[in-house]
């Protein structure tokens, strides 16, 4: 095999290579989890802020209906009867970590995240145009306020989730 390799070598002059982009679907583009996060943030949180926990959850459950239709019932329920695994997106932290780098979002002094007066903005603007992020903001609009960090603890108590 070497020496075939030593046998090829004279013939090769040039190496090119061709830089292609690689294709990344927009669930998984910073932007587009930047623009879930100030729409969850912004919908169905309260003013003082939300935990991690529940940006997880509420983030999970926007990626698949059944789960979303799952979590309201829980919601209006105090359902416990039921046990679902959810998934940690290990994308969120970054895009947490993004947003605050572009003070969007901040952390409060209980913890919480929490939008600035940006991010307050960017959620502004998104709401005013319907066609963006229409599904998240028809799902969120189902529960909006109602999942307290309070509620998600006691539904995680119960071992509903």
């Given at each position: 095999m070497i020496n075939e390799l030593e046998s090829i070598k004279e013939y090769i002059t040039d190496l090119n290579f061709t830089n292609r982009p690689i294709h990344i679907t927009y669930k998984y583009r910073v932007i587009f989890q930047v623009s879930r996060l100030v729409l969850i943030l912004g919908m169905a949180s309260t003013k003082s802020g939300s935990s991690i926990l529940k940006i997880q959850i509420v983030s999970d459950a926007l990626e698949n209906e059944t789960l979303f239709d799952y979590l309201n019932w829980l919601i209006n329920n105090d359902g416990y009867k039921f046990v679902k695994n959810w998934r940690y997106n290990p994308l969120l932290s970054r895009v947490v970590s993004y947003s605050n780098a572009e003070r969007l979002t901040e952390y409060s002094k209980t913890g919480k995240l929490v939008l600035t007066e940006k991010g307050v903005a960017l959620f502004e603007e998104l709401s005013i145009d319907e066609s963006l992020l229409a599904y998240?903001?028809?799902q969120l609009s189902k529960i909006k306020?109602?999942?307290?960090?309070?509620?998600?603890?006691?539904?995680?108590?119960?071992g509903s989730i």
């Open positions: 998240e903001k028809s306020k109602r999942l307290s960090d309070a509620k998600l603890l006691s539904i995680l108590e119960k």
